[in-house]
């Protein structure tokens, strides 16, 4: 089963997408650090405690990192997020001066995930993320369950690592499927090629997988 095929079928099930910016691309990226091993939930709950504390990224950015981790207390790994959080903006200011992210939309896309893989913390899936979800730029998230389908489907090898994953993926995928590949992977991963007990028999792709579990 090609690529093309797979994104067709895929588009059957769960319909076509259109872009949508989420959110500005430093809260996309703040959000992304929050979301670590936790759950959207919690997660959320984090972010809008944080917003909600110190009102902007620059109230943040002058706050200390035990102020900022009582805000996202609940979120998980408090302690360990705010640092993160806390050195990531002084990473930005110190770069550019300012906490605007908006000259990543300029920048040539390697370039963009390179300087943002360059802050603490930050790899190639929140790297993605950002530049997906909050720019528009055709960059790949793969989180696990687009890893998880796309081993299963044979599209990447599964000793494969997470920046492996990322360019082939990106190699194989063209720049203006990649918003609704991505998102309609992870709807697939999560709904139907589940971890422990995927359900082949109601899944779109059953008859073109390989079925490498």
Not at 145 to 153: D, E
Not at 192 to 201: D, E, G, N, T, V
Request: aromatic share 6%; with cysteine; net charge positive.
């Amino acid at each position: 089963m090609t690529i093309d095929q797979i994104i067709s079928l895929l588009e059957q099930e769960y319909g076509k997408l259109e872009w949508q910016s989420r959110s500005g691309p430093l809260s996309e990226l703040i959000a992304a650090i929050l979301s670590q091993n936790t759950s959207d939930v919690n997660s959320k709950r984090a972010f809008d405690r944080l917003v909600a504390t110190f009102g902007s990224w620059e109230g943040v950015a002058e706050a200390s990192i035990d102020q900022i981790a009582e805000a996202i207390k609940g979120g998980g790994l408090s302690r360990m997020k705010a640092g993160r959080i806390k050195a990531i903006l002084e990473s930005i200011r110190q770069d550019q001066g300012n906490l605007d992210l908006g000259f990543l939309r300029s920048l040539p896309l390697a370039e963009a995930k390179a300087w943002l893989e360059k802050l603490p913390g930050v790899g190639p899936k929140t790297a993605a993320c950002v530049l997906l979800f909050s720019l528009g730029r055709p960059a790949l998230p793969v989180d696990t369950h687009v890893y998880r389908v796309s081993r299963r489907l044979g599209l990447i090898d599964s000793g494969a690592s997470s920046k492996e994953a990322h360019r082939l993926l990106e190699e194989a995928v063209s720049p203006q499927a990649r918003y609704q590949f991505h998102l309609h992977m992870l709807a697939q991963g999560r709904s139907i090629c589940k971890a422990p007990r995927p359900l082949c028999h109601t899944c779109i792709l059953e008859e073109g997988c390989p079925k490498i579990i």
